[in-house]
C-alpha cells in the first residue's frame, strides 16, 4: 500500500522537523553553556549555608576583637571570609530580624515586626479560655505575611534547589516559607525546648521552632541525613539553631573551660560557656560539609539575629542566670542592632575585612547574584554585595543604614506604624535613634523620650547625646532628612 501524504500531513511533518531543530540548537546551545562553566570549575548554583546565631553581641567573637570568648569554629570561618565589620539588623530581636533574612525587605515592609501576633503573649499563654485550637488559630493569623512572599528559599526551589529549615523559625510549618523541607512543624514536640504549656492546661508550641530546636542543643543527625540524601542537588541550609540564647545551659565542658580564664566575670560564664557551645556546632556542620566533599561548591553566610549582653545586676534566681542588659536585645544601640557579618565561598569570595556599613537586608540579592540568579523580587531595597565580596568592588563610606525598633507583641496585623517605637539611621560614625510619637503615650521601654545623636567612633556605648552640639545641627539635619525620606509612618 502506497503511502499518500495529505497537505495538512505535510504541514505537520515540517512543524515537527522544526520543532527537532529548534531543541537540537537549544541542547547544541545548553550544552555549550554547560562546558564552559565546568572549564573553569565554577558551578552555576552553590550551595548556600546560613548560619545564624541567636542572641550574640556583635563583638563577643574572636575575630571581632574578643580575645576571652571561644569561638575558633567561627574564626576559622572568617579567616577566610569576607568580613563585613559594621553590619546590622534592622531591628533587634528574633523574628523580625529573621523574616528579614528570608525576605530581604525592613520588618514594615514584610509586615512581620513582632515576636507574637496580636492578642500578645501574655494574653496567648495566660487566658483561660484559649485552648490549643485557639492558641493555633491566632498565631496562624501572621502566617499569610511569609505565605505570599518570594523568599529566598521558595525562589532558590524555584531553580532546583532543596531548601532545608532547621532551628529557629517563627512562621508556623517550614512550608509556609517557601522550604522543601524543614523540621519545625508548628506543633508541640516534646522536646526541650519550644513547647508552652497555656492557661486552658494545653501544650502548645510557643512558636518560635518546636522540633527545630533540637538542631545544635541536642542533635544534627538531621543535617547528616540531609547532606547524604541530597546528592548532586544544590541545597539551601537554614541553621539556626536556639544558641547562645537562653536558657544558657550549655554541659558541663563548656561552662568550665570559660570559667578557667580569671578575666572572665561570674555574670557572663553562662553567655560565654552557650557562645562556645553554638561554635562547637558550627565546627560540626562545617566539618559534616568537608566530610562529604561539598565544601568548594558551598557558600556560607554567618550573621546574628541580633545582640545580647548579660547585665550584673539582673540576676534571676528562678534560673540561676543573668538577664539581658537593657541597651542590648530589643534596643536600638549598637549592643542590639550591630552583628559581623561572614560571606564565603572558598576560591571565589576574598578574606577581607571591609569597614562599610551593610544591612541584612543586603543578603537576598547578594545570595541571588552569587547563584547567578537574575530574574528575583525586583522591588528589594538592598544592595548586592557579591562584587565586594569577590574583591571587585569598593562599598561607599557614604551609605545610610537604617532599621526599626518594635515591643515583641503587635497590637495589630498589617498596620507596624501603630506599634513602631523607634527608627534609627547611621551614616559614617553618627547615629540618629527617633523615638516614635504616639500622642501623650512614652516611647516603649523607655529607651530615649526625644531624638538623639551619637559618635560611635568617639563614643562606642552610646553613652553621649549630641544632638544639641550646635556644631553638629548639619549632621542632625541631614540623618534626620535620610531616616524621613527612608520611612515617615
Ligand atoms: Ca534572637
Avoid at 565546568?38 to 548554583?45: E, M, N, Y
Avoid at 557551645?277 to 560539609?289: E, N, R
Avoid at 547563584?371 to 571587585?392: C, D, F, R
Amino acid at each position: 500500500m502506497s503511502m499518500q501524504l495529505s497537505q495538512d500531513d505535510d504541514r505537520t511533518i515540517i512543524r515537527w522537523l522544526m520543532a527537532v531543530a529548534t531543541l537540537s540548537l537549544w541542547l547544541a546551545l545548553s550544552s555549550i553553556t554547560l562546558a564552559d562553566d565546568s572549564a573553569d570549575g565554577i558551578q552555576r548554583l552553590p550551595n548556600i549555608v546560613m548560619i545564624i546565631a541567636d542572641d550574640q553581641r556583635y563583638s563577643d567573637f574572636g575575630f571581632m576583637g574578643n580575645a576571652r570568648v571561644h569561638t575558633p569554629n567561627l574564626d576559622e570561618l572568617a579567616r577566610g571570609s569576607a568580613i563585613y565589620t559594621d553590619a546590622y539588623v534592622p531591628s533587634s530581636v528574633c523574628r523580625p530580624s529573621l523574616v528579614t533574612l528570608l525576605t530581604g525587605l525592613y520588618p514594615h515592609q514584610h509586615g512581620v515586626h513582632f515576636n507574637h501576633p496580636p492578642p500578645g503573649f501574655a494574653k496567648l499563654t495566660k487566658s483561660p479560655e484559649i485552648d490549643k485550637g485557639e492558641f493555633d488559630r491566632l498565631r496562624q493569623q501572621a502566617i499569610r505575611l511569609i505565605r505570599d512572599r518570594p523568599t529566598l528559599p521558595r525562589i532558590l526551589a524555584a531553580r532546583g534547589y532543596r531548601c532545608f529549615q532547621t532551628g529557629k523559625y517563627w512562621e508556623g510549618h517550614w512550608k509556609n516559607a517557601g522550604f522543601t523541607e524543614g523540621m519545625t512543624i508548628a506543633q508541640p514536640s516534646g522536646g526541650r525546648y519550644g513547647d508552652k504549656r497555656i492557661a486552658s492546661g494545653d501544650w502548645v508550641a510557643h512558636g518560635n521552632g518546636d522540633h527545630g530546636l533540637a538542631i545544635g542543643r541536642e542533635t544534627m543527625k538531621p543535617i547528616a541525613a540531609f547532606l547524604d540524601d541530597v546528592r548532586q542537588d544544590p541545597f539551601f541550609l537554614w541553621y539556626a539553631p536556639f544558641l547562645p540564647h537562653t536558657p544558657h545551659d550549655s554541659p558541663e565542658k563548656f561552662r568550665r573551660a570559660v570559667a578557667a580564664n580569671p578575666d572572665v566575670k561570674p555574670h557572663e560564664i553562662p553567655y560565654f560557656a552557650a557562645i562556645m557551645q553554638f561554635d562547637d556546632t558550627v565546627g560540626k556542620l562545617i566539618g559534616m560539609i568537608d566530610e562529604r566533599e561539598m565544601g568548594d561548591d558551598t557558600l556560607f553566610v554567618f550573621v546574628a539575629d541580633n545582640g545580647w549582653a548579660p547585665d550584673p545586676a539582673k540576676f534571676r534566681n528562678s534560673t540561676n542566670q543573668w538577664d539581658h542588659t537593657s541597651s542590648s536585645k530589643r534596643s536600638p544601640f549598637e549592643s542590639g542592632v550591630r552583628t559581623p557579618l561572614l560571606i564565603r565561598w572558598a576560591g571565589r569570595t576574598k578574606a577581607a575585612r571591609h569597614s562599610a556599613l551593610v544591612n541584612t537586608i543586603d543578603l537576598v540579592p547578594t545570595l541571588l547574584e552569587a547563584a547567578g540568579i537574575e530574574n528575583g523580587p525586583t522591588e528589594l531595597p538592598g544592595i548586592s554585595l557579591w562584587a565586594s565580596a569577590v574583591g571587585k568592588q569598593t562599598l561607599s563610606k557614604d551609605r545610610a543604614v537604617f532599621g526599626e525598633i518594635y515591643p515583641g507583641d503587635a497590637s495589630m496585623i498589617g498596620a507596624p506604624e501603630q506599634d513602631l517605637a523607634y527608627r534609627w539611621v547611621r551614616i559614617g560614625s553618627h547615629k540618629l535613634i527617633v523615638p516614635a510619637s504616639h500622642g501623650t503615650r512614652q516611647p516603649w521601654n523607655n529607651y530615649l523620650k526625644s531624638p538623639a545623636l551619637f559618635d560611635l567612633l568617639r563614643d562606642p556605648q552610646e553613652s553621649n547625646n549630641l544632638i544639641d552640639d550646635p556644631d553638629l545641627a548639619g549632621v542632625v539635619a541631614t540623618l534626620s532628612k535620610a531616616i524621613d525620606d527612608w520611612w515617615l509612618p
